[in-house]
């Protein structure tokens, strides 16, 4: 390897990525999974259907990536990202939300949250953001200012 080859994150370089669904809408997480699963090796671990179970089922499972939707019952998304990156730092969090405003992107990201999409825009971005977020990057919409952490 030379000094400029860059050596993919421990997660790309697994036979299988492993994903967390977190959305309290079940066809929306049996379409996300549709979307990722149709990618070699991407596997969907676990499906949450709020806060408090995608906090119970990442320390259980310890997903390479977590999809979190931002508003759902009991513990919304972006606390259940706060818990999780209490004790799994390593574990990127892609906010999906139906609005992602400069507003939740500028205060809510860095930490563990490393991505955000629009629900409709998720077609052509989430799988990019996927990518993006598990080869060590970031994903946030292209006008949308990109928070430093």
Known sequence: MTSTDVSPSPAVAKSHIRILIADDHEVMRMGIRNLLESRPN?????????????VEKSAQLHPDVIIMDVTMP??????????????????????????VS?????HFGGGNIRGAVCKSTAGRDLVEAVEKVLAGGCFFPAS?????H
């Open 74 to 99: 009991s513990m919304n998304g972006l606390e259940a990202a706060r818990l999780i990156h209490r004790s799994l730092r390593d574990i990127p969090v892609i906010l999906f939300s139906l609005h």
């Open 144 to 148: 949308k200012s990109v928070p430093s």
């Open 42 to 54: 991407w596997k969907i671990c676990a499906e949450a259907c709020d806060g408090r179970d995608a």
């Open 102 to 106: 400069e507003e939740l992107v500028s």
